[in-house]
């Protein structure tokens, strides 16, 4: 049974740092590429970063360049994304999801796999 698991999210003000973890299990991680969504309400699902299984390609979306990193620890089974500079735009439910394969995509449906996600919230 796969399982994605976030952590990490809550409150912080505008220019602050959160660090966003995602556990999974129940499949062969290493082949697997992992990605990171957000979805603030009333608005559409939004790629956020992407790490290949390989680890050696990320693809990130045009608002975050620059101040989010994705990584993951093959060793746990997990993979991080470090939020920093944060902005009141930023604020949204970010998900943890999972593809099999070695290319980054940036669209939703693509990923099979869903973590319940975890809150974000960034105050002015």
């Known amino acids: 049974q796969v399982q994605l698991v976030e952590s990490g999210g809550g409150l912080v003000q505008a220019g602050g740092s959160l660090s966003l973890s995602c556990a999974a299990s129940?499949?062969?991680?290493?082949?697997?590429?992992m990605g990171w969504f957000r979805q603030a309400p009333g608005k559409e699902r939004e790629f956020v970063a992407g790490?290949?299984?390989?680890?050696?390609?990320?693809v990130y979306g045009d608002s975050v360049k620059g101040r989010f990193t994705i990584s993951r620890d093959s060793a746990k089974n997990t993979v991080a994304l470090q939020m920093n500079s944060l902005k009141p735009e930023d604020t949204a439910v970010y998900y943890c999801a999972a593809r099999y394969g070695r290319v980054v995509t940036t669209t939703a449906p693509e990923y099979s796999y869903w973590g319940q996600g975890t809150q974000v919230t960034v105050s002015s």
């Open positions: 129940g499949y062969t991680f290493s082949r697997y590429t």
């Open positions: 790490l290949s299984w390989s680890g050696g390609s990320t």
